[in-house]
């Protein structure tokens, strides 16, 4: 099956659990303009960021979210069949950081990193639909990022965009027909040069280009998986975009048809957290009250890779 034919949906799954794991420090514009050259203003009207939360290990972030996930679903660590952990911040290079948290967490199931950078927890979400597919019951997914591990935080121009943290779900089989409706994952690795961090370097962006690419990127993934199971956009009860910048999301959702209020918007308060952005606005907006069952959700991310990917959730199936 590619992304373009997504006909042959297996046993379907639904979330039943949600969690966030984020560091206690705060950093807001105010500390950042503190000890650089910039400005709450240029923050605020550029990126639409007014605080982050910055540190812990990209392992201790998801062990918090994790126990949070399945503490909501009422379920045991050994209940689950598969840990899948999203992550361009490993802790370490070998083994995949979703080791210590599958130890840590006292999962018995199989656990493995997957990295799609900012795309990463659609594209796990898509793979842990597909293990569930194929007869997996439980899976827990978590996004988790530490962005200040590999960023010069005494340059301007990526420490003011970055910030720290995770979130997860559970997904279980279920009955009837899952919540995923459609997907689309795409890639183009000719442009891995305008975002990419080498071993032991910082990340380096050509936020210019990047930004002028994401907007149709994450638009024509939608629009992707929508025209695959022909829902419209005025459908959708909320849009879960990347949160990589304020002024992309808006774009992107005008451009969509779809209206201001149905787009969730973190970043005000989380900053960029790459493969936690999706999660942690998707368990936002639950919490908040924004996201029901039966409602239709569309997740769309894009990022270093370059990678995109959009997944549309009928949520609770
Ligand atoms: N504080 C104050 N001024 C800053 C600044 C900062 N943190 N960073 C840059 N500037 C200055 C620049 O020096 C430049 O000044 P000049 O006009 O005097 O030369 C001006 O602000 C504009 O800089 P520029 O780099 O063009 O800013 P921008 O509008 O492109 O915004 C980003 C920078 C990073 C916010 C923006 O490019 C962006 O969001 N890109 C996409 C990022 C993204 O999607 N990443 C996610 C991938 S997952």
């Known amino acids: 099956m590619t992304s373009s034919d997504n006909k042959h949906l297996g046993a379907g799954a639904v979330t039943t659990g949600w969690g ?29 960021i007014k605080q982050r939360h910055i540190g812990g290990t990209t392992a201790e972030l998801a062990i918090m979210a994790g126990k949070e996930a399945l503490e909501s679903a009422g379920l045991l660590p050994e209940d689950i069949d598969i840990l899948l952990l999203a992550t361009t911040t490993p802790d370490e290079r070998v083994p995949g950081t979703s080791a210590t948290v599958q130890n840590a967490l006292g999962i018995t199931g199989g656990a493995f990193d997957l990295n799609a950078a900012c795309s990463g927890f659609v594209y796990s979400l898509v793979v842990a639909h597909g293990l569930i597919g194929i007869g997996a019951k439980r899976i827990l997914l978590i996004g988790s990022e530490t962005l200040s591990s590999i960023t010069n935080m005494d340059e301007r121009t990526l420490a003011v965009v970055i910030g720290d943290g995770a979130a997860g779900i559970v ?12 997907w689309d994952l795409g890639a183009d690795g000719s442009l891995k040069h305008l975002l990419y961090c080498d071993h032991g370097g910082y990340l380096f962006m050509d936020g210019k280009e ?3 690419r994401a907007v149709r990127i994450i638009v024509n993934s939608a629009q992707n ?33 779809i209206s201001p209020e149905k787009a969730m918007v973190t970043i005000d308060r989380y900053g960029n957290t790459s493969s936690s952005s999706i999660p942690l606005a998707l368990v936002a907006a639950i919490q908040e009250g924004k996201l029901k069952k039966g409602d239709i959700v569309l997740l769309s991310g894009f990022g270093a890779g370059m990678t995109w990917g959009s997944a549309l959730l009928r949520f609770g199936g």
């Not at 966030?20 to 639409?48: C, H, K, Y």
């Not at 279920?174 to 919540?179: D, K, L």
């Not at 025209?227 to 451009?255: M, T």
Request: aromatic share 4%; charged share 30%; net charge negative.
């Open 225 to 257: 998986a929508l025209n695959k199971v022909g829902i419209r956009s005025e459908d959708i009860d909320l849009f879960v975009p990347h949160q990589a910048n304020a002024r992309i999301v808006e774009a992107a959702r005008e451009r969509l048809g």
């Open 210 to 212: 990047v930004f002028r």
């Open 171 to 182: 997904l279980e089989a279920t009955e009837g027909p899952g919540e995923l409706l459609s």
């Open 20 to 48: 966030v794991g984020l560091p206690p420090t705060i950093v807001t514009n105010a500390d950042l303009e503190a000890r650089l050259d910039t400005s709450d203003e240029w923050i605020t009207e550029r990126t639409g």
